[in-house]
C-alpha cells in the first residue's frame, strides 16, 4: 500500500465518509475544526493567492515562521523561532528568492524576532533578542538588506518583547 501524499489532512478525527458517485464527490465528517491541504508544511507556506492552495518549493524552516515581509522583488524576509532553513543556518531571519531559493544573506539574531518591517536598504526587526550580529541589541534592530550588517539606531532599544511594529513617513 502506498500513501496517497496529496490527500487532505483532518485537525481532528473522521468519523463518517459518504461518497457521491453521481457528483464525483466525497462527504466527510467528523470532530474536526479544520482541514489541512496536502504536502503540509510544518512551520510555513507560501499559498497561491487566486487559487488558495499551497505551493511547492518553500524552504523549510526548523521551528516557527513569526513573520514574513515581501521583499519588493518577489521574495520574501521571514522571521521567528528557527536557526536552520534547508538545513542552512539563518538564526531568526532569512531571506527567500523569488525562485524560492534561501539567499546567502545571513544576519545572525540571538532569539524570536515576531515583527519587521523595511525601509529602503534597511530591515527593522522587533522580538525578544539581546545580541544581532554580536553586537547588544535590546529586543530591537535594523540590519543592511544588502550584506545582513548591522545599522546605526539609536532607537534599538526596548525593556520587553517587541510584537509589532509600522513605518510611518520614516517614524
Known sequence: ???????????????????????????????????????????????????????TGMPQTDGIVRCALPDGSGGWFLGGDFVQVDGQSRQHLAHILPDGSLAPWNPVVNGKVFTMAVKGDTLYAGGVFTVVNSTSRSNLAAVRISTGTNVNWSAAFANDTVRCMSLNSGR
Open 1 to 55: 500500500m502506498v500513501l496517497d501524499t496529496m490527500c487532505w489532512q483532518f485537525g481532528g478525527p473522521g468519523l463518517c465518509v459518504v461518497e457521491d458517485t453521481l457528483n464525483e464527490r466525497i462527504i466527510v465528517g467528523g470532530d474536526f475544526h479544520r482541514v489541512m491541504p496536502p504536502r503540509p508544511s510544518p512551520f510555513g507556506v507560501e499559498v497561491d493567492a487566486d487559487m488558495g492552495l499551497p505551493r
